[in-house]
């Protein structure tokens, strides 16, 4: 069966069918599936109970996967590969984290419209989700389609923004959600970092609105100032016409491009309910204020 899409949204998001992601891809199916990457920004593949190295493994087309650490945290313990983040509401020994366990503040913090990643200088190209357990019927994640809001942005709006860059910083992020209780250690590894406000795919030659709950203020601009206009594109961009709601299936694994898509989880019982993920994430080459200045020079 050759690999299709069939889109969820109108602008974004595309169901992938034709592909089993345990088997060896083609290169076909392969050259199909980044296409459809680029087309779609966002893929989800039904059914791909996969073991950590076919995640892994399929993550790496796209660039390399970086290593998980621990340094939001200061357990030492890892539930998952050393190559995955740890999206669950579950402790080492199988059970549900308790209420005060500090992992469950870093999840809660995924609450926030964001794009992984961008609190590090060299960010994130694309983040490979994948459901083990569910609740099925709470925990839907959100996604956000930046290409169309940037589109559709007044174009006195996109000319003002065109050259703008805002700071991002993991620790802004969590403060934001009442956590301020990082190690000097954590601090000094995540320093604040510059990011381009409107990133531009030279592949595709689109545009897209480039913000996160990372991002705190505008550089070289009055704090408050800064502050009004991340607000302003975060309320723009997240309208539910940009808006995909996906409800999860346990064998569902979502592929989302960071540069051009935010995401944000929602509410379910993780006190009482078990939700189990792994994602993947796969690094960028270099800075995004770096390659746009590179992009200008190659131009000139
Ligand atoms: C992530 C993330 C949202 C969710 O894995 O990067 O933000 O719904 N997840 O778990
Ligand atoms: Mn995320």
């Keep these: 069966m050759p690999v299709s899409f069939e889109r969820r949204h109108?602008?974004?998001f595309a169901?992938?069918?034709?592909?089993?992601?345990q088997k060896p891809l083609s290169d076909e199916d392969w050259q199909a599936i980044y296409d459809g990457f680029k087309k779609h920004a966002i893929l989800l593949f039904r059914n791909q109970p996969l073991s950590d190295e076919q995640h892994v493994t399929f993550s790496e087309r796209f660039g390399p996967v970086i290593t998980a650490?621990?340094?939001?945290?200061?357990?030492?313990?890892r539930r998952v590969h050393h190559q995955m983040a740890d999206i669950s509401n579950i402790d080492d020994d199988g059970s549900i984290l308790p209420a005060d366990d500090e992992r469950r503040m870093h999840t809660l913090a995924n609450r926030l419209w964001h794009t992984d990643n961008t609190f590090k200088y060299v960010p994130s190209r694309c983040s490979l989700l994948l459901a083990r357990e569910v609740p099925g019927d709470s925990g839907d994640t959100e996604f956000a389609?930046?290409?169309?809001a940037y589109d559709a942005l007044a174009q006195e709006k996109k000319d003002e923004i065109e050259e703008l860059v805002a700071e991002h910083s993991i620790v802004h992020s969590r403060k934001t959600m009442g956590?301020?209780?990082?190690?000097?250690?954590?601090k000094n590894e995540l320093p604040p970092v510059p990011q381009v406000l409107v990133r531009h795919n030279i592949e595709t030659g689109q545009k897209a609105l480039y913000i996160a709950s990372h991002a705190s203020h505008v550089v070289g601009w009055p704090q408050e100032k800064g502050r009004a206009l991340l607000d302003e594109l975060l309320a723009h961009a997240t309208q539910p016409q940009f808006v995909y709601r996906h409800r999860w299936r346990a064998g569902d694994l979502i592929l989302w491009d960071n540069r051009c898509t935010m995401h944000?989880?929602?509410?379910?019982?993780?006190?009482?309910?078990?939700?189990?993920?792994q994602r993947t994430t796969v690094s960028d080459e270099i800075n995004s204020v770096e390659r746009r200045d590179a992009e200008r020079r190659n131009a000139a």
């Excluded at 956590?179 to 954590?186: H, I, L, P, S």
């Design 179 to 186: 956590y301020e209780d990082f190690t000097e250690g954590a």
């Design 145 to 148: 389609d930046m290409r169309a």
């Design 10 to 12: 109108s602008s974004f």
């Design 264 to 277: 944000r989880a929602t509410e379910y019982d993780d006190l009482n309910a078990r939700r189990d993920l």
């Design 15 to 21: 169901e992938v069918a034709g592909v089993d992601l």
């Design 69 to 77: 650490t621990n340094y939001h945290w200061r357990t030492e313990k």
